[in-house]
Structures are given as C-alpha cells and as structure tokens.
C-alpha cells in the first residue's frame, strides 16, 4: 500500500512538473487596466517583454539639416511630392528613406545609373505613392496615430517589403458547391484559430459603404434575447478579426474590452476607441494608396489572388500594443507629417470623426440595424 501512495506521489509530482514545464518562466506580471475587479489587465512576461523592447529600437535619426536655401522642385526635375523641401532637407529624407527600406541595394533601388529623375523602377513610383500615405496617416489619422506618429520604418524596418502585409487569401480547394467560409484551417490570420481565415479583405479592405453592412455588432445587449438575430457565423467573423487585433498587438481582449460585455463602450477601455480609428485608417491606406499600385507591381509583389500586399494592424505594430512601443519618430521627420503635395484633409478621416462611437452611441445602433436587415434579405432568400 506504502508503495502504491508513493509511486502514485511520484507520478503526480512527474505529471505536473511536466505540465509545468509547458508553460513560460519566469511568473507573468500583470498591469491593471480597468477597474479592480473587472479583470482588464496586462499580462506580460519579463522575458518575452525582453525580446520585445529589443526588437523595436528605433534607429539613430539622421543629423538635422538646414530648412532654407532653394527648393528641391525648383533644383530637381521630376519632384513631384516633395518639392517645398530645401535640398538639404529633401536629400536627407533620402538617405533616411534609403536606410529605412533598401539598406542593403542603396539608392538604386528606386532610381537608375541614367538619372535620378527617371520614374523606370516601379519601386520608386512605389515609393511616391507610400510618402502620401504616411504623411496622410499623420496629418489626418491623429486620433490613431498621435503621439508617435509614423514614418517608412514603422513598417518597413529595413525590409523592402514590411515583415507583416496580406493578400485575399483564396482558401482551401474544395468540392464546387461546398461554402467552406474559410474555417477548419489554422490561419496565421486569425491567429491559428479556426476561425474564418480571412477576415482582412471584408474588413480592412472595402470602402466605407461596403463595410457598413458587414457584422461588427453582433453581441446581444440584454440577457434575454430581445430580438439580435446576428448568426453564429457572423459571429465568428469579427472574432477572427479580434484574434487578429490581439495576435498583432500582443495583447488579451482584456486590452480593449471588459468581456463581461464586448460590446459596450462605456465599459471598454480608450484602447478600443484608438482601435476604432485603427480600422479606418486601415481600410483608407489599403484602399486609396496600396490598391493604387497594383497596376505597377510585377507579379511576385501581389498575391494569389492578383491584388497588392497590403497593410494590417501587424504592419505597423509587429507585435508591440504601440509600434517601436511608442517611441516618437515623427519628431525627427517633421515633413513626413504634413502635406507637402497640395492636398486637403482625407473625407474618411473627417467622417470617421464625426461618427466616433464614444460621442455617437446611436452609431452602433445604426450598423446593428443594417446587419439585421441582412440577415432578414438572407433568410428570405434561402426559404
Ligand atoms: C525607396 C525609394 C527611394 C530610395 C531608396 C531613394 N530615393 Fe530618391 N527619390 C525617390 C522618390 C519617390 C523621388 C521623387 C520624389 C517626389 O516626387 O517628390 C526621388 C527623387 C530623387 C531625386 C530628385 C531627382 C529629380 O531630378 O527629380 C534625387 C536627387 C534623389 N531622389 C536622390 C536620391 C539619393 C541620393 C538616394 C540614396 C541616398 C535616393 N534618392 C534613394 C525614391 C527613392
Ligand atoms: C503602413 C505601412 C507602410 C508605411 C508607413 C510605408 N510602407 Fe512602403 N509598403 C507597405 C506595403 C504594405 C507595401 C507592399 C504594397 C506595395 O508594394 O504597394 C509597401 C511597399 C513599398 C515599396 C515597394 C518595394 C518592393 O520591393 O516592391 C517601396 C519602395 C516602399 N514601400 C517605400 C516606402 C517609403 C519610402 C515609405 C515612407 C515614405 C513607406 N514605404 C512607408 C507598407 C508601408
Ligand atoms: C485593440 C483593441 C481590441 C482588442 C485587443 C480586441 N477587440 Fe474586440 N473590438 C474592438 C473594436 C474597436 C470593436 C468594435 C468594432 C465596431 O463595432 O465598430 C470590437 C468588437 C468586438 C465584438 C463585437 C461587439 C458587439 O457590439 O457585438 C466582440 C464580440 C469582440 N470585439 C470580441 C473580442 C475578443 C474575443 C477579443 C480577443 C480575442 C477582442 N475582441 C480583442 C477592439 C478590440
Ligand atoms: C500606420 C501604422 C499603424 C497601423 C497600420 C495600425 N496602428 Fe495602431 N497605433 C499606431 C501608432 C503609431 C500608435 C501609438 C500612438 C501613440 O503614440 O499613442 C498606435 C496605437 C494603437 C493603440 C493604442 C494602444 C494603447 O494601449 O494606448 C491601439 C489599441 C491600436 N493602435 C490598435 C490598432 C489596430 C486594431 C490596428 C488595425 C486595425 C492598428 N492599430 C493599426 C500605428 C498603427
């Protein structure tokens, strides 16, 4: 019998060192968020932390240069975004360009041996397109970007092509006639879930208009069902995006939501409002300026399905609830964060503020109606 306890102590003690062993050391530090009780924290390891504040440092900016002297519009000859820049200012910026995306292939990596002022590599028309962009995102998405700012390196970080971007995924091969809904595989989008495989290209890539029917709201507001008629499958389609959101920030739900109700923004935190923001901004950049490209890029820069790499909430934060964890990079690059090409405030900028959930509650209400209403059409349809 003495054996028999022993041995089954042994065991136990084997087991769960075992066990033990599959998690990670050292104890996880926590970081309260909402208010006590509510469970909305921060889980970090020290560890992990680690190898995140080493992964993102911010390279030396190069030395400040004089803003006066002649324009690089009226020096140059095919300035077409950057001319009010003084030439010591524009030539800067292409050094910094030139180590943010191409360090290793140098300046030619836009430009040929006959000229600088040659558009011949679409990499340099590329970049032109990207400049707008982020001097967009700056000016015009401040309520997501404000603070740190964005400069080519928030996504680029050395690489010709960011670390994390996305195409329409095509899903698996199947029978004709069988809607698979991209389930049963492990995304990497939706963070090896089997959810919904790709939630990128209904959500962060339509226009304002299309996404205003997709299922954002779907949780019941009350206990008892008061009329939510949202599926189980429209459910899993902003799950897949939510695992999305955590597995790019490297954070819980708990970052932006209490999960006693995921939909109310009364109990959520300020993150979700930024996160609000966040999906505009996205949809605007995939939208206007990525998609804006496809007609230059070979081949082997688009996906599957024949569209552009584009842009995600990994693309910029890789991992990181604030990419580069926050540091201010736009400081140094002040004229990545104007518009240098006479431009005016981008309209989806502007609407989204004035349609800001936290100021409007009526605008979740709206969006649950229209899902409705497509859930109604469909029922129909299928009867
Ligand atoms: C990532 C792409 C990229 C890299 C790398 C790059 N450039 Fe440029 N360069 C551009 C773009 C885009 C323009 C046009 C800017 C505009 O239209 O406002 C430009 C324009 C120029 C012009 C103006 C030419 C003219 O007459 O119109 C000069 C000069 C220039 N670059 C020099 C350099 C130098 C020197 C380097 C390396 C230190 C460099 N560039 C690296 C993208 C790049
Ligand atoms: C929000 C993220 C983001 C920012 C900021 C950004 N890029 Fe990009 N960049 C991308 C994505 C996504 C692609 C792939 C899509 C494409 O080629 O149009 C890309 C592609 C490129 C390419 C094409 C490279 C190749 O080999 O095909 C160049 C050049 C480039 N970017 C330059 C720049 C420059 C210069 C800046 C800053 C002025 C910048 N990018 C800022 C996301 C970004
Ligand atoms: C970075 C912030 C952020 C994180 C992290 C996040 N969410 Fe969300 N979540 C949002 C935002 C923003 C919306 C609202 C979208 C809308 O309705 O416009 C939302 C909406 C939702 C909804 C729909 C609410 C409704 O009204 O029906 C659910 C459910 C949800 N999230 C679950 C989750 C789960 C589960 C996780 C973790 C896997 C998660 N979220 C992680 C920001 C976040
Ligand atoms: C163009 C780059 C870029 C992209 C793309 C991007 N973000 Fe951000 N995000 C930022 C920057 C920069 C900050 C930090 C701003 C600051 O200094 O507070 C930030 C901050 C946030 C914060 C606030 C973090 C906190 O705890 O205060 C949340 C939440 C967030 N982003 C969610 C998202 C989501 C969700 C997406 C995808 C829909 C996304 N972001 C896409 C650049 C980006």
Known sequence: ????????????????????????????????????????????????????????????????????????????????????????????LMVAMTEWVSPEEGCNYCHVDEGFQYDTKYTKRVARVMTVMTQNANVAWGDHVGGAGVTCYTCHRGLNIPANVWATDPGQPHAPGVMTAGQNIASVTAAYSSLPNDPLTPYLEGD???????????????????????????????YSLMMHFSDSLGVNCTHCHNTRAFYDWEQSSPARVKAWYGIRMVREMNNKYVNDTADWLPDHRKGPMGDPLKVNCATCHQGAYKPLLGANMIQDYPNLARYTLAAKTEPAAEEAMETAPMDDPEAGDAMQEAVEEIIEEEMTTSE
């Open 208 to 238: 304002e208009e299309e996404a205003k029917d997709l299922p954002w709201r779907v949780a019941g507001r009350t206990a008892l069902p008061t009329g939510n008629r949202s599926s189980v499958k429209q459910t899993e389609w902003i």
């Open 1 to 92: 019998m003495k054996t028999h306890h022993f041995l089954r102590a042994t065991v136990a003690v084997l087991a769960s060192t075992l066990l033990l062993t599959g998690c990670e050391k050292p104890p996880p530090e926590t970081v309260q968020l909402g208010y006590r009780g509510v469970g909305q924290e921060l889980v970090a390891n020290p560890k992990i932390l680690a190898a995140t504040v080493a992964a993102n440092q911010v390279p030396t900016p190069q030395p400040p240069v004089s803003s006066d002297g002649p324009r690089a519009g009226d020096v140059y000859e095919n300035v077409q975004v950057l001319g009010d820049l003084s030439v010591g200012e524009f030539s800067r």
